[in-house]
Structures are given as C-alpha cells and as structure tokens.
C-alpha cells in the first residue's frame, strides 16, 4: 500500500528527514564561520528557515545537532562500506591507500569545526561522549584495516596500539595543517605512514617466522 502522503506528495517521514537535514546544514555552515560556542538554537532556526521550537522537536539540543553532524562526518571519512569491500577482494594495497586517505585526508572545509568539537571535548560532557562514541567507530574500522594486513590474533595487542597512534597522528596532522604550509604536513604524513608500514612490516614478518 502506498504511504500516506502530506500536501505537496511527500510522506511525512521524508517530509521530516529533509527538515532535519536542512537544520543541520544551516548549523554547520553557522558552526564553521562562527564557532560552536558563538552559535545558538535561534541563529540556526534563521538560516534554517525552521522555527525554534520544530528544531526542539527533532533535536534535543544543540549538541545532539553536533552528534549529528559528527557522525555523518565520521561515516564519509571513514567510508567503512568501501575498505570492507577492499578487505575482501583481498587487495592489500587497497587498505595501504585507505590507510594513507585517513592519516593525510584532502582538507575540508569542516576541519576546523571538527578541531573545535575534539577541543570541546574537556569541558562539554555531551561533546565529550558524542566524540566517544566516534572514536570507537574509527577504531573499530581502523582495527578491521589492521587486522586484513596482520590477521594474527597474537598480535592484537599490537594492533590496537597501532590504531590508537594511526588515529592520534591523524588528529594531530590536522592541526598541523592549521598552522604550517601544505608541504611540510605532506611530509610528516609520509614519515608517519613509512613508520607504520615498518611496524606492519615486522609483525608480519614475524607471523611469518611464528
């Protein structure tokens, strides 16, 4: 049967889903040109075009709209759908290249938003457990990108420091980029991907000896 539909053709449910994209659009854009702190519910409701009391219906506060944008943000970065395929065509080139888009990714345009989020994290409770939950989505992608290069289960532990600096280096890159030329963070990113390819390297090698 098909789904009821409001004036204009469009269900409801998508009706609502297009509204609270179009609030999360405007909040991003006012996020990046004003700072998290420096925006509030009101602004967002003028350049939504969507009354403060509907955007309090579909978001309980303005962090939940951060949790919002944070993920979607995180699931593009990540792209997890693409390395999973690229670990079973069993390509480990392919996991190389998506090891090097994460630890050297194009800059964009919400980098400094998200600097600003990961910064909130030490006095926002809320932030702090939207970026939680974030990081254990990276590294459980990132441990999944590992584990296809060194499936050796006595070399868990390793792995799961390796993710944790691959994701600090990331984090630490980007701010890098803030403040140095293009150039000089390129180079960094290469140092830090050759260190890690040694680290795989030698684990590799010695599940090969084991």
């Not at 943000?73 to 480990?92: K, Q, V, Y």
Request: net charge negative; with cysteine; proline share 4%.
């Amino acid at each position: 049967m098909a789904e009821a539909t409001e004036a204009g053709g469009v269900p409801p449910r998508d009706k609502a889903l297009l509204r609270r994209e179009k609030i999360v659009s405007a909040a991003r854009r006012l996020f990046i040109a004003n700072g998290f702190h420096a925006t509030g519910v009101a602004q967002i409701a003028k350049e939504s075009g969507i009354a403060v009391g509907q955007i309090y219906r579909d978001f309980s506060s303005k962090e939940a709209i951060v949790a919002q944008i944070v993920r979607a943000d995180c699931m593009d970065f990540l792209a997890p759908e693409s390395l999973c395929a690229g670990i079973r065509s069993g390509d480990p080139e392919f996991v190389w290249r998506w090891l090097a888009d994460f630890i050297r990714p194009e800059p964009d345009e919400s980098d400094p938003l998200f600097a600003e989020i990961v910064a909130e994290t030490a006095r926002n409770e809320r932030i702090a457990a939207i970026f939680q939950d974030t990081r254990e989505e990276v590294r459980s992608t990132m441990l999944a990108a590992l584990t296809a290069l060194v499936p050796d289960e006595a070399f868990a532990v390793r792995r799961r420091a390796l993710a944790d600096v691959i994701t600090a280096a990331a984090l630490g890159l980007m701010h890098h980029r803030f403040i140095s030329p293009a150039e000089d963070t390129d180079g960094a990113a290469a140092l830090v991907l050759k260190m890690i390819r040694v680290e795989i390297g030698e684990m590799q090698a010695e599940a090969a000896a084991g």
